[in-house]
């Protein structure tokens, strides 16, 4: 099983991106999915989650309110748009997959970088 990550890029403070994540592989069964961020010399630090089969979502306070996290169930992903981006959104970004409720993300993706310049 593989997380495929992509969207990154390059934009200016007050633009847009949209990240996806897409899993390939078989995966027996999928509870949430979700991503984390990690900044340059910071640890890495919760994003926002959607469980699969409800949607609910969760975000961190530092994206809630600019971002949105949807599920993309046909390619079995998932979207972040990210809108209203600031410098300290800076980082790489890494889609999880979580394959029962126990609070530990079983699956990462390889990372896609976001840089912010103001």
């Known amino acids: 099983v593989q997380l495929q990550a992509s969207g990154g890029g390059l934009v200016q403070a007050g633009g847009s991106l949209r990240l996806s994540c897409e899993v390939s592989?078989?995966?027996?069964?999928?509870?949430?999915m979700g991503w984390f961020r990690q900044a340059p010399g910071k640890e890495r630090v919760f994003v926002a989650s959607?469980?699969?089969?409800?949607?609910?979502?969760y975000y961190s306070p530092s994206v809630k309110g600019r971002s949105t996290l949807s599920r993309v169930k046909v390619k079995n992903g998932v979207d972040l748009q990210m809108n209203g981006l600031k410098p300290e959104d800076t980082a790489v970004y890494y889609c999880v997959a979580e394959v029962n409720n126990d609070d530990t993300y079983d699956y990462w993706g390889q990372g896609t970088e976001v840089t912010v310049s103001s």
């Open positions: 592989g078989r995966i027996s069964s999928l509870y949430r």
């Open positions: 959607v469980t699969w089969s409800g949607g609910n979502t």
